[in-house]
């Protein structure tokens, strides 16, 4: 699993800030395949997130093809 921001909505709606010091952030933990978790691990978490963003694949799918081939 890996977690991700609210992909699916606003920047703004990825925080909440409460009163005082304490803030609510929404994380998402998506699956993700054997190939995909060796692709974070050779080329970092944020090139993967931007491979999410181009191919946009449907991370509410358990059955969802890897994005990496």
């Known amino acids: ?12 709606f990825h925080a909440f800030n409460c009163v005082g010091d304490v803030s609510i952030i929404q994380a998402w933990l998506i699956p993700i395949t054997y190939n995909e ?6 080329n970092g978490w944020e090139e993967f997130e931007d491979m999410l963003v181009k191919v946009d694949p449907d991370l509410i799918n358990f059955k969802r093809a890897s994005i990496i081939i």
């Not at 699993?1 to 703004?12: K, P, Q, R, V």
């Open 1 to 12: 699993m890996e977690e991700i921001g609210g992909t699916y909505f606003l920047d703004s």
């Open 37 to 42: 978790a060796n692709f974070i691990k050779q």
